[in-house]
């Protein structure tokens, strides 16, 4: 589903993001990404949203090679990742509903798409009687709900989430983490950045750890293995 | 792209320009007085060109001959000069006529004053051409060839006011280029300030549709439209002033101006309208469209 070849990114500054990295991700799999501050692990995803080319190397998505992919396709490739951030980004002036449907509006989907599919995952992330609200008055648990329901909505075959829980509570963060997984057990590969060595440890799911940029530590069932 | 979705992108634009009122007033200003300085030199100066054309066919010269040049001669010459292209047309006024026509001008109601003329022509020798230009630049060449001819004695012409309407006309041309030229450089520019500052409180939401997969089209198609609505604005307001003022302005025009007033014809608004219109809508879709490019293109890239 996901392969990296011997990617290597150099930001225009000089900084060595990336070194040599080569892994692959199955169809299907749960994958957290650990590592220190500056390891290389956003880098990572916004390769994989390309939203920056490698310096060198190969980057499969789907069996296809994304760094020779024409920019036209760049919004396809895009369809089939669902993205989550630390920070949400919700749209403050739409409704939660709304925020959700704009991934299909954005898309082009019919509109019958857009009313079955929207309450579906409201429902899914449990924000059906909040969807008339406004970010605003949402938690940020239930923020990041919304955001997740917004990247899944149209059903992309990966999820990726840079430090989703980063600014939730332990039990929020749970809740959040219960979310993936239970999206996960739907069918989408998906793949966690992520700091939270709890979650991570008593998850046992496969965990590739980065620093300075090179995966030191690839282990099925891992855990965080190191101390921040 | 989707019907649903060009509706959609269309409502996003109007929003731009609501949301942005200052900047999207101070950009439809601008390009209004931009088209509207081509409205004006466009108006002016087909009306000149439209009178230059009418005095053309009515005005001409008067060729006079020396005394003794015998009827058969003259005609000669008319013949000679119908046939050159820049010649509308050739009177033949003989003697006779010439006789009538004064003693209509000058003696009409003081017939008493004639007594001594009866049975004699004063005017014998007073056979003239009226010759009638097609063209007005060609006027100096024809009068130098008319001059060459045997037996003519002089010209009598009426080139003034075609030489100045004619060098006003060029004055209008000008002036009005560089006018619209300062003006169409400050729409551009204001245009893409306009777009760009859109584009900047749309940051979020640009970012947000970038990594949901939206299309090039679907990102820029507000910012587009955005612009050409501009434009379309910018071209309404000021073909809308010409036309309710236009009627008054050639009542003042033909007041102040008197004694050239047999001159001024001016031309029907629609007929002018008819080139003016598609003519002013393109420029100012033009200008929108290019201030809005030139900011999507340095902004917005996905
Ligand atoms: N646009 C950029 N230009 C230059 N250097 C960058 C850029 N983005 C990231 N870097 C550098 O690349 C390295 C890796 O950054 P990255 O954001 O991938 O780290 P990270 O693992 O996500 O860290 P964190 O856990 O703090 O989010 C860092 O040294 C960072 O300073
Ligand atoms: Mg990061």
């Keep these: 589903m996901i392969r990296l070849e011997n990617v290597t990114k150099v930001y225009p500054n000089g900084v060595k993001a990336l070194d040599d990295v080569s892994f692959e991700i199955e169809k299907g799999a749960f994958v957290f990404i650990v590592g220190n501050s500056g390891s290389g692990k956003s880098t990572l995803i916004k390769m994989l949203m390309k939203e920056i080319n490698p310096t060198s190397g190969s980057l499969y998505v789907e069996e296809k090679d994304i760094t020779k992919l024409r920019r036209s396709k760049i919004p396809k490739l895009r369809r089939s990742i669902g993205v989550v951030f630390q920070d949400f980004r919700l749209l403050e002036k739409m409704t939660i509903y709304n925020n959700v449907a704009f991934t299909l509006k954005v898309t082009e989907a019919p509109i019958r798409t857009i009313r079955r599919n929207v309450p579906m995952v409201l429902s899914l992330v449990g924000l059906s009687q909040k969807a008339n609200m406004h970010p605003k008055q949402l938690s940020g648990g239930e923020q990041q709900r919304a955001a997740l329901a917004r990247a899944i909505v149209n059903n992309p075959p990966i999820l990726l989430a840079d430090e989703p829980t980063g600014n939730l509570d332990p039990k929020t963060s749970w809740e959040i983490m219960k979310l993936l997984l239970d999206i996960n057990l739907r069918g989408t590969t998906v793949v966690v950045v992520t700091h939270d060595k709890e979650v991570v440890n008593s998850m046992k799911k496969r965990v590739i750890t980065l620093r300075e940029g090179r995966v030191i530590r690839d282990m099925q069932k891992g855990d965080y293995g190191y101390e921040n | ?302």
């Design chain 2, 1 to 302: 792209m989707k019907i649903r979705t060009i509706f959609y992108l269309m409502g996003q634009g109007f929003m731009n320009i609501i949301k942005n009122q200052l900047m999207s007033f101070a950009s439809i200003t601008t390009i209004s007085a931009c088209i509207f300085m081509v409205g004006i030199f466009y108006t002016v100066s087909v009306n000149m060109d439209y009178m230059l054309d009418a005095i053309e066919t009515t005005m001409g010269m008067t060729v006079f001959f020396d005394e003794g040049t015998s009827e058969e001669q003259i005609i000669e010459i008319k013949s000679l000069l119908e046939a050159r292209s820049e010649v509308h047309k050739v009177n033949y006024i003989s003697p006779e006529e010439a006789w009538t026509n004064f003693k209509n001008e000058y003696f009409t109601g003081k017939e008493d004053q004639l007594a001594g003329f009866e049975g004699e022509n004063p005017l014998k020798d007073s056979a003239s051409l009226e010759v009638y230009f097609a063209r007005l630049e060609t006027q100096k060449d024809l009068v130098a060839y008319i001059e060459a001819l045997p037996n003519v004695r002089n010209i009598r012409q009426a080139e003034q006011v075609v030489e100045i309407m004619q060098s006003f006309n060029t004055l209008v041309r000008y002036s009005s280029l560089v006018l619209v030229a300062i003006l169409l450089i400050i729409s551009i520019f204001l245009i893409s300030n306009t777009i760009r500052l859109g584009i900047s409180t749309r940051q979020k939401e640009i970012e947000i549709m970038k990594y949901i997969g939206a299309k090039d089209a679907f990102i820029k198609g507000p910012f587009i439209i955005e612009g050409a609505i501009i434009g379309i604005i910018g071209t309404v307001i000021p073909l809308s002033i010409i036309y309710v003022f236009y009627e008054r302005v050639i009542e003042v025009v033909t007041t102040e101006f008197v004694l050239i007033s047999n001159y001024l014809i001016f031309m029907n608004i629609m007929d002018i309208y008819k080139n003016l219109v598609p003519m002013a809508a393109l420029f100012g879709i033009m200008i929108g469209l290019i201030g809005s490019r030139v900011t999507i293109h340095k902004y917005l890239k996905v």
